[in-house]
């Protein structure tokens, strides 16, 4: 079994920071691909962020294009998500995910096996 936990979240202003991390713990490959999600009240989970099993593939939202950063510690089974300008629409839980076994980057939400519980970000005007 394997355990995601997220970190790092809270209520910032408009323009403001804030790094996301997320912990794998368990029986888990350290070079399994990893991504972030979000969801919204009243909408539907959404893609936020990829990145492959070695760090070397990224893949982003292009909502969050420029903004936001994923990496990876493999060492440390820890993903981090950095979130620059943010704004009021970044408001939402974020979900860490991990695939099964998969290396390669997927922006779906179905590639996805393991999910962790969720912070929260709220971003005020």
């Known amino acids: ?28 490959t350290s070079r399994s691909a990893r991504a972030w999600f979000r969801q919204a009240p009243g909408k539907e989970r959404e893609f936020v962020a990829a990145i492959s099993g070695n760090g070397d593939t990224t893949s982003y939202a292009d909502s969050v294009k420029g903004r936001f950063t994923i990496s990876r510690d493999n060492a440390k089974k820890t993903v981090f998500l950095q979130m620059n300008s943010l704004k009021p629409e ?3 839980v974020y ?31």
């Open 1 to 28: 079994q394997v355990q995601l936990v997220e970190s790092g979240g809270g209520l910032v202003q408009a323009g403001d920071s804030l790094r996301l991390s997320c912990a794998a713990s368990g029986r888990t």
């Open 90 to 92: 970044d408001t939402a």
């Open 95 to 125: 979900y860490c995910a991990a695939r099964l076994i998969r290396d390669a980057v997927a922006v779906t939400s179905t590639d996805y096996y393991y999910w962790g519980q969720g912070t929260q970000v709220t971003v005020s005007a």
